[in-house]
């Protein structure tokens, strides 16, 4: 199965529609399916669950940057930095790699133990 997000105002993803493989056979295809399905003139952007297109599998809220041809999630915190490559947003501070869980603290910009 193909999977299309519907880009709206400012290229935030409105929706996320699936068309089989046999009617998306391009990437237009499915666009040009969709379009006739809904009678309209949308923008629409393959996007794929192994992030082969477009980087991330695109979701509510996402943003597409045209630039970087990927889907972008929300920033969740304003000390995350985008990393370029995978267009993910990354702490300032790595996670400690362990079997323990942790939550990000955005105020003293650290990593909290969850008991």
């Known amino acids: 199965m193909a999977h299309f997000a519907k880009l709206g105002k400012g290229n935030i993803i409105e929706t996320v529609e699936v068309v089989s493989n046999d009617i998306a056979l ?7 399916f969709l379009n006739n399905l809904y009678n309209s ?8 669950y192994n992030g082969n297109i477009r ?5 509510i809220g996402y943003t597409y940057d045209q630039t970087r041809d ?3 999630p929300p920033k969740p ?3 995350w930095t985008l990393n370029e490559t995978t267009c ?3 702490a300032p501070v790595a996670k400690p790699d362990d079997d323990n869980r942790y939550t ?3 105020t003293n910009q650290t990593w909290d133990l969850v008991e």
């Open 26 to 32: 391009t990437e237009q295809a499915g666009v040009d």
């Open 41 to 48: 003139r949308d923008v629409w952007k393959q996007t794929s």
């Open 55 to 59: 980087k991330n599998f695109a979701g």
């Open 70 to 72: 990927a889907f972008i």
């Open 77 to 79: 915190f304003n000390s």
């Open 88 to 90: 993910r947003w990354e």
């Open 104 to 106: 990000w603290n955005e």
